[in-house]
């Protein structure tokens, strides 16, 4: 079935989304974004069909913008929506928006899908994004209220965009691990860019610095966002980080080799552990 | 010149070492390794010419070893040495072996250079070694007491074996650099990846979490033995990593989204300004 898909905010993800659907399948993709300049790109390239303007049009709409725009934006359109399409947010925290968008969805006969697309660069914005984004790329989607047949249509979309795999868990489980496996990571790249001597890199480094620092460079307003919604999670993730480098530090203190080999030794055990899986 | 060159310690980088040379110049390469097998499939394999037996008819000596093993072999052996040849260590640590053993090869007439090459793999040992291991990488250079002639020697084998570029510095100095560059990278990987949450990681990434734990596998033992040798710079890089995770903890402790975005965006702009160098 050939489907009208509307993208809202045509940056990195939603633009890519845009660039994979129209490369990938048959369906109508229409688009807006709050740059004009974009737009204008957008449809000179042809990365969408047209301008998004009837919202009760709609097959499906992807909403991808930060967290709180989306679920403003969510609110506010639902009324124009057809009973029986469906509404998707990509962002990266999935309980915050879920909760406040899930309910009103469906009380307005339309099926709502949290998704997180585990694809990113360190550059983001129309002008980097690139229909091969999510090639192989996992995709987190995290039902709530929503029916089999909406949910299977979101999934052949995201097979036919490339995605490698698709994971289903809940809201809260979602936020739990991105906690730890992406903003947590995220925190402490930055965290450990910030000593004067990273200037003087280049030569003293095998690899380990490039790797620890790769996603240093981020957009700061959206992770920001992104981390206060996580909060709970994050201020775990990171009691248990800093307790664990401080064993570590103690260990060096005391000159005690047993104990630092030890600790290392656990740290490589589990890493060869997931290597193997 | 054609040169006999010793290593001792058919590791990963002195098996790669020993390699390299033989691909790459005309020199012969004598090997010792404690460990009989490994003995045997170097001396098969063509890795090295022969049994490293007389010390007395060598160029060059490689010694390839822990740290505290390394300085050890070389006061026991530098009296065999005959004058104008050259010792070197590939040490990760520098002033405590260098401040060991410079000046006693001196006394013998015999040229002490501390090396340390930019190159690894997450496993080690014999079977791990290959010839290709130092393409392209830096190996940094820690002369003192050092004749012009020995460094332009070293600095000759270093380019023939693959080495991208050659960095000059003194021992304290590297200490001080690959302490956070390095070590402090590794201490990280392995405090990181002690979260419970990781055994799940799969298909909650896209690819932060593969980064920050690469180096997290490691020799614990040699580790072990690097951080406790560069103690006071391991210490340092660690207190202000901890106080600069601290600050972002507090940021979303208190909900300060201004301050959180102001910390992340610094240490965007740190990143973006080394990778634009």
């Not at 980097?128 to 929503?146: D, E, K, V, Y």
């Not at 036919?160 to 903003?183: C, L, N």
């Not at 990273?198 to 992104?226: H, I």
């Amino acid at each position: 079935m050939k489907q009208n898909i509307g993208i809202v905010g045509l940056g990195l993800i939603g633009a890519s989304l845009a660039m994979a659907i129209k490369q990938n399948t048959e369906h109508n993709v229409y688009g807006l974004d709050i740059n004009e300049q974009t737009m204008h790109r957008a449809l000179e390239e042809g990365s969408i069909d047209g301008v998004l303007e009837d919202y009760g049009a709609l097959d499906l709409l992807i909403v991808a913008l930060f967290p709180q725009a989306a679920v403003e934006l969510i609110l506010d359109k639902v009324e124009q929506m057809k009973p029986g399409s469906i509404v998707m947010d990509i962002c990266g925290v999935k309980k915050s928006v879920v909760t406040q968008v899930a309910q009103v969805c469906k009380s307005h006969k339309v099926e709502f899908i949290g998704g997180h697309p585990m694809a990113g660069r360190e550059r983001w914005g129309y002008e980097n994004a690139t229909a091969t984004l999510f090639n192989g790329a996992s995709m987190i989607l995290t039902p709530i209220f929503t029916d089999s047949w909406a949910l299977e249509r979101v999934q052949q979309l995201c097979n036919a965009v490339g995605f490698g795999r698709i994971v289903f868990t809940d809201p809260e489980s979602h936020d739990k691990m991105i906690g730890y496996t992406s903003q947590l990571a995220h925190i402490l790249s930055s965290a450990y860019i910030k000593n004067p001597l990273c200037m003087n890199y280049k030569g003293y480094t095998g690899g380990s610095f490039q790797d620890l620092t790769r996603v240093a460079r981020l957009n700061p307003v959206m992770w920001s966002e992104l981390f206060l919604l996580n909060r709970q999670n994050l201020l775990d993730d990171l009691d248990i980080l800093i307790a664990s480098l401080q064993e570590y530090r103690h260990a060096i203190e005391e000159n005690d080799a047993q104990r630092l080999t030890q600790l290392l030794a656990d740290g490589s055990r589990i890493k060869e552990a997931l290597n193997e899986e």
